[in-house]
């Protein structure tokens, strides 16, 4: 070295030691965290794999194991139907669903809650539909209001009256018969045959099926007579021996 070399070296060396010195504890304390994790990781997996080989055990094989293999719906329903048609079940079944449909057709289901009237009773059915929210086209205009009243009436009459009996009384039919013989009226039934009463009239015979126009109109007691008076709907079920009685005293006044 040249002069003055090694006291160069000392005295450099003892500049940089404190600062040496501060980078290791910086190290060491660095070190310390990682440490810290290195231990808790061990103690993790060391735990897991002392749970899994505590509670791991082997049961054996009992019974006969077969691979899980789904059929075909399609093809399953396919077999049963081939079954079915080998012993004539098919047939027999075919059969059954047109009797009932042809049973359902010809006497439908007769309208439930519903009885023969025994008092005179009027009231009236207002069809007004109120817009619940804006009808818009499709391209967003508005072409109805929210809150626009609406009444069918205005637009479209009612062409015939409505006349709903039950064909299984004797004296509804009769009734409903007069009254088809004198008026435009639109004969419904809640209990009967429909088509075999349409071939014995030779007129349309109309059956309210589920009840749904009876229900609409409020209507509970049968025979029933619907007409339209201005923008409602009259409705009168009408007790048919109040009738003939006050047909007898009209008669009898009218012979005195």
């Not at 309210?208 to 029933?224: E, F, R, Y």
Request: with cysteine; glycine share 6%; hydrophobic share 40%.
């Amino acid at each position: 070295m040249g002069k003055g070399g090694p006291h160069m070296v000392s005295t450099v060396f003892s500049v940089q030691y404190p600062e040496i010195r501060r980078f290791a504890k910086g190290s060491e304390l660095i070190k310390c965290p990682i440490r810290i994790l290195q231990h808790i990781f061990l103690l993790f997996f060391l735990g897991f794999w002392i749970l899994n080989t505590a509670f791991a055990k082997d049961f054996g094989v009992h019974g006969k194991v077969a691979s899980i293999k789904e059929e075909d719906p399609l093809i399953l329903i396919q077999q049963k139907l081939k079954r079915m048609e080998e012993r004539g079940e098919l047939k027999h079944h075919d059969i059954e669903i047109q009797k009932k449909t042809k049973e359902s057709i010809e006497r439908p289901k007769p309208v439930e809650n519903i009885s023969k009237t025994i008092k005179n009773r009027v009231f009236y059915y207002d069809p007004t539909y109120i817009v619940p929210e804006d009808l818009r086209d499709h391209k967003g205009k508005v072409f109805v209001s929210k809150g626009t009243k609406i009444n069918p009436l205005e637009t479209v009459s009612l062409s015939q009256d409505l006349l709903f009996f039950d064909e299984g009384d004797p004296e509804q039919k009769s009734w409903a018969y007069e009254q088809y013989l004198k008026r435009s009226v639109k004969l419904i039934l809640v209990n009967g045959a429909p088509l075999a009463l349409s071939e014995e009239w030779e007129t349309p015979i109309y059956f309210d099926q589920s009840g749904l126009l009876m229900k609409k109109l409020g209507i509970t007691h049968v025979p029933a007579l619907v007409t339209q008076e201005g923008l409602q709907l009259r409705i009168e079920e009408i007790h048919l021996q109040a009738l003939t009685f006050s047909s007898t005293l009209s008669d009898l006044s009218e012979r005195e």
